[in-house]
Nanobody, 119 residues
């Protein structure tokens, strides 16, 4: 089983930057996919970005393209989300998630870290 712990959330002004970290423990596999989701109050959880652990292929939702960058450090079993040019609509609890490469759903989740973008 993979356990995920997020950190790095906080309060930032519009246009500011923040870097989230997700530390993974337990076994991961070649092609394992790590992702960031977020959920704002009263809203459904939405996909933000994902990365394959082995080769680093990335995918982003349209609303964060050009502003957010997902990356990983395989030696540290850690995934990052660098968030730049933050907007109020980025305010949410951000969750790290993981899944096997040939599956559609994510079955490992972190506790979440709050990101608040103030104007």
């Amino acid at each position: 089983q993979v356990q995920l712990v997020e950190s790095g959330g906080g309060l930032v002004q519009v246009g500011g930057s923040l870097r989230l970290s997700c530390a993974a423990s337990g076994r991961t596999f070649s092609g394992y996919v790590m992702a960031w989701f977020r959920q704002a109050p009263g809203k459904e959880r939405e996909f933000v970005a994902r990365i394959t652990l082995t080769f680093g292929g990335t995918l982003y939702t349209d609303s964060v393209k050009g502003r957010f960058t997902i990356s990983r450090d395989k030696a540290k079993n850690t995934v990052y989300l660098q968030m730049n040019s933050l907007k109020p609509e980025d305010t949410a609890v951000y969750y790290c998630a993981g899944r096997l490469p040939n599956r559609d759903s994510y079955d490992s989740w972190g506790q979440g870290t709050q990101v608040t973008v103030s104007s």
